[in-house]
């Protein structure tokens, strides 16, 4: 196991008050990579950013996570380095807002880096190459976040490992200029490192090695979550502890822990939870298949949103639906958007017609996602249709009315929660 | 109007506070969890295969681990398998055992095995 630095921003996380859960106030950025490191007992080093403010707190709140060496490196001006997070869970876009971001300055120190193995650099506001003329021989890991190309050429330098997701700017931007093909993605950072690890959300996660040219897989494991703040620092933190020794029981490791960081926001379940899986012999953990759903795969399930999609009722829930489907790469299909709305006054030949476009979209999909926003005719029959063809029903109840067991039964799963409708839609489609 | 405060950072061990929803440690444990599921791959199990019918409701089963799926056992035989959102038992069955009933079964529009599964204590 490698003794690790982690580098790069310490952040208030506050997670706003909704209606089912209280606000939740974290600290974040590398602390999220730490606590990871913390839960299977390794040692490492921070070399963190922030406000002055906060240094107090931090050299406390270590303490707690087996006090490693903290140094430094740079203090955050103008802004006191605190996220609003509008939605824990990863449904859609998750609506971070990073207070004063445009303010942000920082006052870098004269440092120096901890004894370590390997540094592992989460990039923020902060100038890297401030952090990078400060490293000798040591290998530089770098997650890009919200990095673009023309930062990561700039900097010049060659990580060893380099992580991105399907949320990132770089991924972002060439999906809008590319159709996407793993091995031609990758090879864009051919000289920038000799390992790219692309974290598919719940879709699981791919490796390139540009040592072996050889692409590595491993499945997400998926189950109901609290939040998905943070969870992709906890898989970096792990993956590069090297704790296995070897890739593939790395990536299923970390994606393990992945899991159990999103299943709680208690430092200390969490750790247990990662006990139990280091008691676990890996072979079983790498065995055990979760989900692999690659994006490039998810736009041709078309999903079939039946709910009362009509000029007159609010259909904010079905709009925040279909972005989140949209945001993972499915087609969402909203009948009557695309084949518009009947009117009373319709003539039977109109009605008739608007039957058949509706019924001719439903035949084009393989899931069905009823939103009950009340018990709305259409929605219903359409549920009773798919059921009877035996599609995947899942069903989006927000104010829990379903009861009827003709309904209920006829449905996957019926839950308040849209993100159990995106966790079972990744799992159902993955299995089409 | 006034401004509400949102207190101090609490998630860690030690925390002294009295509000259960902040501190380091949940008393919820998700291994010591019943819960009740449907079961998955029924038709092309080794039980239906080899008895072609269902097992009754109310028959006794187990839950084990087959070096790639968490598995219902009805007397040494699979009767299918479960969610893998409920793969995260291997690691809980480090410590735990976990049995229970079949608690409804369908054969039409598809064959179909509900549990209720609870860890033995």
């Known amino acids: 196991m490698l003794n690790i630095c982690l580098v790069g921003d310490i952040i208030v996380d506050v997670t706003l008050k909704n209606k089912s859960e209280d606000l939740k106030m974290r600290l974040g950025g590398i602390v999220h990579s730490a606590r990871a490191l913390w839960a299977i007992s390794s040692s490492y080093s921070i070399g963190y950013i922030s406000p002055n403010y906060l240094d107090t707190r931090i050299f406390d709140f270590f303490i707690y996570l087996d006090n490693p060496p903290l140094v430094k490196v740079a ?22 807002e990073l ?4 303010e942000i300055k920082h006052r870098f120190f004269d440092f120096k880096f901890p004894i370590c193995a390997s540094i592992l650099i989460t990039s923020g506001q902060f100038e890297i190459p401030s952090i990078l003329e400060k490293v000798d021989d040591t290998p530089v890991s770098l997650e890009l976040a919200n990095m673009n190309i023309k930062s990561l050429t700039d900097l010049n330098y060659k990580f060893k490992n380099i992580y991105i997701s399907t949320s990132s700017e770089i991924f972002q931007t060439y999906i809008k200029n590319n159709e996407f093909d793993f091995k031609c993605f990758a090879l864009q950072f051919k ?18 090695s540009f040592l072996e040219n050889k692409t590595y897989q491993v499945s997400s494991q998926t189950k109901p979550i609290q939040h998905s703040v943070g969870v992709g ?55 055990l298949k979760g989900t692999i759903l690659n994006w490039e795969h998810r736009s041709s399930i078309h999903i079939y949103i039946a709910a009362p999609d009509f000029d007159f009722v609010d259909t904010n829930l079905i709009d925040t639906l279909e972005n989140s489907l949209v945001y993972h790469n499915f087609t969402p299909r909203r009948p009557v ?18 039957y058949y476009n509706d019924i001719k979209i439903l035949n084009e999909c393989s899931i069905v996602i009823g939103v009950l926003l009340y018990n709305d005719p259409g929605t219903l029959v359409e549920i009773g249709i798919a059921s009877e063809r035996q599609m995947p029903v899942l069903l989006y109840d927000p104010y829990n009315i379903a009861k009827n067991c003709m309904l209920t039964h006829s449905c996957n799963i019926v839950t308040t929660n849209m993100d159990e409708i995106l966790s079972e839609v990744f799992i159902i489609s993955s299995k089409l | 109007m006034g401004s509400t405060g949102s207190g101090n950072f609490t998630d860690y061990q030690g925390y002294s506070g009295n509000n259960p929803k902040q501190g380091g440690e949940s008393k919820e444990n998700e291994c010591g969890k019943a819960f ?49 959102r ?15 009933i079949v608690s409804n079964t369908t054969l039409s529009p598809i064959n179909s095995i509900t549990i209720n599964v609870s860890p033995d204590a």
């Open chain 1, 75 to 96: 203090e955050t001006l103008n802004a006191p380095n605190l996220i609003l997070i509008e939605e824990a869970r990863e449904v859609g876009s998750q609506g971070y």
């Open chain 1, 99 to 102: 207070i004063l971001r445009e």
């Open chain 1, 191 to 208: 000289e920038f490192c000799d390992i790219l690890i692309f974290k598919e959300n719940r879709g699981g996660t791919r490796l390139y």
């Open chain 1, 233 to 287: 620092d906890v898989f970096n933190a792990i993956f590069e502890s090297d704790i296995f020794n070897d890739i593939q029981k790395n990536l299923v490791f970390a994606s393990y822990t992945a899991m159990e960081y999103a299943s709680t926001t208690y430092p200390q379940n969490f750790k247990q939870s990662v006990e139990q899986l280091l008691n676990t012999p890996i072979k079983d953990l790498v065995n």
């Open chain 1, 337 to 354: 958007k695309e084949n518009g709305q009947m009117k009373e006054s319709d003539s039977p030949q109109q009605k008739q017609q608007f």
């Open chain 2, 36 to 84: 009740r599921t449907e079961l998955e791959d029924v038709d092309t199990s080794e039980y239906y295969n080899s008895n072609g019918q269902l097992p009754d409701i109310n028959t006794v089963i187990i839950i084990g681990f087959n070096g790639s799926r968490i598995v219902c056992i009805v007397d040494g035989q699979e009767i299918g398998n479960l969610p893998t």
């Open chain 2, 86 to 100: 409920y793969n995260y038992l291997r690691k809980c069955m480090n410590e735990f055992n976990y049995s229970g």
